[in-house]
């Protein structure tokens, strides 16, 4: 049924995801909405009474038409500022794929990381990792989807046509094989300023 089973104070309840979805049986035809609804109630239904103090709260310090001009990545910026991005640091955490530390590529990627200035590397770490927040400890204690997880460069043998793109649960950046540095520079920020997270499907 597309209800969702729940304890709340000890008690369990069956709560709907939609109303009058009760009895309503989970079918092929309707299984993408089904998952939709329950990930909703379990991210945020589930708690849409502390979510609402919490906002309230937050809205009398800073009014809502005041940080609606933010997207969610400015808003992380704004609110932690510019992080100190230490490239050794991400270089001696990163694991390759396809790619060795001494491929051509690796090599420009490096180099142009490191022309990057600080808020184009707060934006590449946001577009990898889904944050542009450093570790407490370093590199070494970059989180992903499964806990610890190192920054990734994996190879992309489509087309060099193509951006960058990033796989941010797994701080996973697959990137092309290109031609030029000036060509892997250029579409490298490109792709961290016009794609904030750079989202892929694996």
């Known amino acids: 049924s597309s209800g969702i089973n729940a304890e709340y104070g000890g008690v369990s309840e069956v709560r709907e995801l939609k109303t009058g979805s009760r009895n ?15 990930c909703q109630m379990k991210m945020t239904g589930s708690i849409r009474s502390q979510i609402k103090a919490f906002l309230d ?3 009398d310090i800073i009014p809502r038409h005041l940080i609606s001009i933010f997207s969610d990545s400015e808003l ?6 510019l ?3 230490d490239i050794d640091d991400l270089k001696a955490n990163t694991e390759y794929h396809k790619y060795q530390v001494n491929s051509l590529q690796v090599q420009w990627f490096w180099r142009a990381l490191r022309s990057f200035s600080q808020s184009e590397r707060a934006k590449f770490l946001q577009f990898v990792t889904g944050t542009s927040k450093v570790p407490l400890q370093g590199f070494s204690a ?17 087309s060099t046509d193509r951006l960058p793109s990033a796989h941010t649960c797994f701080n ?20 961290i300023s016009e794609c904030p997270e750079g989202f892929g499907l694996a």
């Open 76 to 81: 992380e910026l704004l609110i932690s500022g």
């Open 172 to 191: 996973q950046l697959d990137l092309p094989v290109y031609e030029t540095y000036d060509k892997l520079r250029k579409q490298l920020l490109t792709a």
């Open 24 to 38: 309503v049986l989970v079918t092929n035809d309707n299984k993408k909405e089904y998952v939709k609804l329950l």
């Open 142 to 158: 970059l989180e992903g989807m499964n806990g610890t997880q190192k920054f990734q460069i994996h190879r992309d043998d489509r």
């Open 83 to 85: 992080p100190s991005i």
């Open 57 to 59: 709260g937050f809205y």
